[in-house]
């Protein structure tokens, strides 16, 4: 049986360690779908996986990676067939379940999701899970009523990959996009995706006032902590705030006096067990309202094999908008 090359975390009582290593077939895990793997990315998550910094992995070893897009090999599910053009993200990629660091993969059909026509492999690993979520935190806000004439829209950690997408989807919409980052020499190309006003990450890392001055009709927040709460207290009448990241932090040092004074929503958004109607709704609405060209402009490519270097870069907050890894 041929062999194929994959990335494997191990942990030892020494700690861990992450190396190239050969496998075949029989070490891959049980799944109804067989992809090879033509592209992955590189997701915050994934760089806390790889240099440690965060318990992500939870069986060892791991193939890390929790984003994949490739091409059907075999399937025992009558929903894909050998040849199809997919994409899977999250459900457990890289935590319990090898993920997209390899040139292949088995999966369950249920997660496996196809590819839009108008996105080909390398564009489906350049949106990924940073900007399927984006696309998440968009659909949040149009059901809690955050339209493109009510105001500006807050979006956090905007050089970042949820933030470039979240960026050009609201833009395209019709939204005010209004870009927070600690980047400013990224003016340019954040206006270029859409942003209407560049503003410094640092107008929101100062403790937060149980109320303050309207500002936002809603906000897509990748930051969380301080952060999270200073636009909380920000947030207009009715208004709705998708938080999906933590980059700052998993507190949360907030007043209940934006919620029952001004009857604000925070929506939480959670992308890794999302079930599939949701996926489906959110690649398809990627499909209409992601122009490619922007989605491209975002994306830098890089071979596999860059992935340890640049995994430390995305943790410490270096990487912009979205890196796309060529696989085998």
């Not at 050969?22 to 049980?30: A, F, H, S, W």
């Not at 806390?48 to 992995?57: D, E, F, R, V």
């Not at 040139?103 to 999701?113: D, G, H, L, M, N």
């Not at 503003?199 to 149980?210: H, L, Q, V, Y």
Request: net charge negative; with cysteine; charged share 20%.
């Amino acid at each position: 049986m041929a062999g194929f090359k994959a990335l494997l975390a191990t942990k030892s009582d020494e700690g861990q360690s992450v190396d190239w290593v050969e496998l075949t077939e029989d070490d891959l895990m049980e799944g109804d779908v067989t992809i090879r793997v033509t592209h992955s990315t590189l997701n915050y998550k994934d760089g806390l996986a790889i240099t440690g910094k965060a318990p992500i992995i939870r069986h060892w070893p791991m193939i890390p990676g929790v984003d994949l897009a490739g091409v059907v090999e075999t399937s025992k599910s009558s929903e894909f067939k050998a040849g199809d053009n997919v994409t899977v993200n999250g459900w457990g990629l890289s935590e319990t379940h090898y993920g997209g660091y390899a040139e292949k993969a088995r999966v369950k059909a249920e997660w496996v999701v196809p590819i839009p026509k108008q996105f080909n492999s390398s564009d489906a690993m350049a949106i990924g899970t940073a900007g399927y979520t984006a696309m998440l935190c968009v659909l949040a806000l149009e059901e809690h009523n955050v339209k493109p004439n009510s105001g500006p829209v807050l979006v956090t950690g905007a050089s970042g990959g949820v933030g470039s997408v979240a960026i050009a989807v609201l833009s395209k919409l019709g939204y005010e996009v209004v870009a927070s980052t600690g980047r400013t020499e990224e003016e340019d190309y954040l206006k270029y995706l859409g942003a209407s006003e560049i503003i410094d990450r640092t107008e929101f890392s100062g403790k937060p006032s149980m109320l303050g001055k309207e500002r936002w009709a809603g906000a897509v927040d990748s930051v969380g902590s301080s952060t999270l709460a200073n636009i909380l207290s920000q947030t207009k009448y009715y208004g709705a705030v998708a938080a999906c990241g933590l980059a700052q932090g998993p507190d949360l040092p907030a007043s209940v006096m934006p919620f029952i004074l001004r009857g604000i929503t925070l929506q939480g958004v959670e992308s890794i067990m999302a079930p599939k109607e949701r996926r489906i709704q959110a690649w398809t609405r990627l499909a209409k309202d992601l122009e490619v060209g922007k989605l491209r402009a975002m994306a830098v490519a890089h071979p596999l094999e860059d992935v340890l270097e640049l995994a430390p870069q995305i943790v410490e907050g270096k990487v912009r908008g979205r890196v796309v890894f060529t696989v085998g």
